[in-house]
T-cell receptor, first 114, second 114 residues
Framework: DVKVTQSSRYLVKRTGEKVFLECVQD?????MFWYRQDPGLGLRLIYF???????EKGDIPEGYSVSREKKERFSLILESASTNQTSMYLC?????????????FGPGTRLTVL | AQTVTQSQPEMSVQEAETVTLSCTYD???????LFWYKQPPSRQMILVIR??????QNATENRFSVNFQKAAKSFSLKISDSQLGDAAMYFC???????????FGTGTSLTVIP
């Protein structure tokens, strides 16, 4: 079974703090994604990566950056957390070459910025 | 960007009954993939069913089936013999055949009434 794990299920940070959310997958997937999930808005793509050190902006990249130094690990960074970044963050991964490129999701990190 | 619309924010169904969740999408492409994902409360998002656009036959996975109407750009999910464990948020998603990015709808929260 594919496993996608995220470093924390719940996180509370203060405004202005630098926040790191980490995601690790164990199935040698090329693609990794960070989404933000908010009620009534569904899942919105923040960034994705299709290879080590490669990244592409999604629909809402402002205020976020990412890092992918190893194939299995994809980090989301909030350089200076703000209250409007309080949300559920989901990581996902997928193969680049499979027919459906089904995404496998982590359990999510619920981030609260005070 | 492709748009995926789920017009039913909330639905409810009696246990053992059948329920249909609606999804429409907007695309100019002729070949693509469609997915339904399930997110149980406080649990990981998992794939329920998937469909490739060029396959006319509707996908089926046990009690879950889809009604794929390509011309109408509609992709509804039918859950038969509903069970308490079906209670979850359901997301419809689109992926282009040539791209890696998924586009998600805003979700439908399904309640199963005992």
């Amino acid at each position: 079974d594919v496993k996608v794990t995220q470093s924390s299920r719940y996180l509370v940070k203060r405004t202005g703090e630098k926040v790191f959310l980490e995601c690790v997958q164990d199935m040698d997937h090329e693609n990794m994604f960070w989404y933000r999930q908010d009620p009534g808005l569904g899942l919105r793509l923040i960034y994705f990566s299709y290879d080590v050190k490669m990244k592409e902006k999604g629909d809402i990249p402002e205020g976020y950056s990412v890092s992918r130094e190893k194939k299995e690990r994809f980090s989301l960074i909030l350089e200076s957390a703000s209250t409007n970044q309080t949300s559920m963050y989901l990581c996902a991964s997928s193969l680049a070459t499979s027919e459906y490129n089904e995404q496998f999701f982590g359990p999510g990190t619920r981030l609260t910025v005070l | 960007a492709q748009t995926v619309t789920q017009s039913q924010p909330e639905m409810s169904v009696q246990e053992a009954e059948t329920v249909t969740l609606s999804c429409t999408y907007d695309t100019s492409e002729s070949d693509y993939y469609l997915f339904w994902y399930k997110q149980p409360p406080s649990r990981q998002m998992i794939l329920v069913i998937r469909q490739e656009a060029y396959k006319q036959q509707n996908a089926t996975e046990n009690r879950f089936s889809v009604n794929f109407q390509k011309a109408a750009k509609s992709f509804s999910l039918k859950i038969s013999d509903s069970q308490l464990g079906d209670a979850a948020m359901y997301f419809c998603a689109y992926r282009s055949k040539t791209g890696n990015q998924f586009y998600f709808g805003t979700g439908t929260s399904l309640t199963v009434i005992p």
